[in-house]
């Protein structure tokens, strides 16, 4: 087996373990209903994945990291560098983070700004300069403000956060490239569609668009996306 399906088997067999433990999020079924009933072929790709589902892992610190490691590179090579990282951090953590030597982190795959970024968001952790127990009284956009305060943290990177740690229902990263072109291959649209319009046709998929997104990037990939 070549390393890459090795790495696509392993993930998927995690993935699998993971469903059997997590819950989904409560609005997950309600959101299915009601995107089918607006959107019968986005409601197509959801009668494909019948079982699946997005899940969080609790962990603020967790999270953040998995997305500056998953910035501007694929699924599959994310995936691949993050599980050298998670060996050779042994507990994800942001003094762990603090700790790690930078050649050890270089070579996990990751680039000298990404380490740049990962000290960083430890940093912020560890001096206190946001406090995650407070989000949940916090609307998505004083989030994502809080957020991009942190090196390396951007719009995208805390609209995955939003998605995949706080689990709100509504996040549209619009300027996701595996969005815009699940969107694309869904409605047969020549790639890319100018933004403006990506988020003009997700108003259709409101108060949803989370579970819209999510779909739109598992129509694309053998792997389910995660953070």
Known sequence: IKNGNKNNLLYICQHQIYKLIMKKP???????????????????????Y????????SDPFYTLARSIVGQQISVQAAQAVWNKFEIKIKKVT?????????????????????VSYLKSL???????????RNWSKLSDEEIINQL????????WTAEMFLIFNLCRP???????????????????????????????MSKKWKPYRSVATWYFWRSLDPIPVEY
Not at 171 to 196: M, R, S, T
Request: one cysteine or more.
């Open 148 to 155: 991009v305060q942190i090196k390396g943290i951007g719009r």
């Open 122 to 132: 430890s940093e912020a952790f560890l001096k206190k300069k946001i406090i995650p």
């Open 50 to 57: 019948p079982k699946d589902f997005l899940f969080s892992k």
């Open 170 to 200: 509504d996040i549209f990263p619009a300027d996701d490239l595996g969005v815009i072109k699940g969107i694309c291959n869904c409605y047969n649209l020549k790639y890319p569609i100018n933004k403006d319009i990506a988020i003009t």
């Open 94 to 114: 942001p003094i762990n983070t603090a700790n790690l030597h930078f050649m050890s982190m270089k070579s996990c795959g990751l680039s000298r700004q990404k």
């Open 26 to 48: 409560i609005f997950w079924e309600k959101a299915k209903k009601d995107l089918i009933k607006k959107d019968k072929k986005l409601g197509s790709i959801i009668k494909n």
